[in-house]
T-cell receptor, first 118, second 107 residues
Framework: DTGVSQNPRHKITKRGQNVTFRCDPI?????LYWYRQTLGQGPEFLTY????????KSRLLSDRFSAERPKGSFSTLEIQRTEQGDSAMYLC????????????????FGPGTRLTVL | DAKTTQPTSMDCAEGRAANLPCNHS???????VYWYRQIHSQGPQYIIH???NNETNEMASLIITEDRKSSTLILPHATLRDTAVYYC????????FGTGTRLTIIP
């Protein structure tokens, strides 16, 4: 399968613990996005990378959240000192952007990581 | 980004065409209309997108009005596997999801 993959698919943690999620994009895609989705809502943009550069961060991304894409391939999203309000589905997407591209480049999503904070 | 308005829910009989409307009256000239769907507990799946012209692919057709203020996604022969939440998104700077239309295909 050559789609976007995310690991783990499910994570249960206790409040205050740190968690890290991984996303592997479609291999030739240079853009990678993170979204968060809570129950009954559509996905909300968190941040995105073009190659290894993090180009934009939503104000939803508090200082407890950090994302990296060190070699321009896979990405990790870490949440420190988790809170119950962090419980959500975390989605990753990737796209192939041209030199002048914006968010109009078609994004392909992974299956998501469902986080439950007890 | 332009906001979109979609019905909260719709039903469609299996085998019939499902027509999902979307209003985007504040769309700008360079903003695309994208459709995604999300089946329960899965990531969103890209369906189709367009700028001005009608588009068709193996999944669906997208009809955009001439003034671009509204569009319709057509699933020509709906099956039970098409039951999902369908998101209409106008994309300029960001992919901003609303709450979508919950489409239920009735056997």
């Amino acid at each position: 399968d050559t789609g976007v993959s995310q690991n783990p698919r499910h994570k249960i943690t206790k409040r205050g613990q740190n968690v890290t999620f991984r996303c592997d994009p479609i291999s030739e895609h240079n853009r990678l996005y993170w979204y968060r989705q809570t129950l009954g809502q559509g996905p909300e943009f968190l941040t995105y990378f073009q190659n290894e550069a993090q180009l934009e961060k939503s104000r939803l991304l508090s200082d407890r959240f950090s994302a990296e894409r060190p070699k321009g391939s896979f990405s990790t999203l870490e949440i420190q000192r988790t809170e119950q309000g962090d419980s959500a589905m975390y989605l990753c997407a990737s796209s192939l952007a041209g030199t002048g591209g914006s968010f109009t480049d078609t994004q392909y999503f992974g299956p998501g990581t469902r986080l439950t904070v007890l | 980004d332009a906001k979109t308005t979609q019905p909260t829910s719709m039903d469609c009989a299996e085998g019939r065409a499902a027509n999902l409307p979307c209003n985007h009256s504040t769309i700008s000239g360079n903003e695309y209309v994208y459709w995604y769907r999300q089946i329960h507990s899965q990531g969103p799946q890209y369906i189709i997108h367009g700028l001005k012209n009608n588009e068709t692919n193996e999944m669906a057709s997208l009809i955009i009005t001439e003034d671009r203020k509204s569009s319709t996604l057509i699933l020509p022969h709906a099956t039970l596997r098409d039951t999902a939440v369908y998101y209409c998104i106008v994309v300029g700077e960001k992919l901003t999801f609303g709450t979508g239309t919950r489409l239920t295909i009735i056997p």
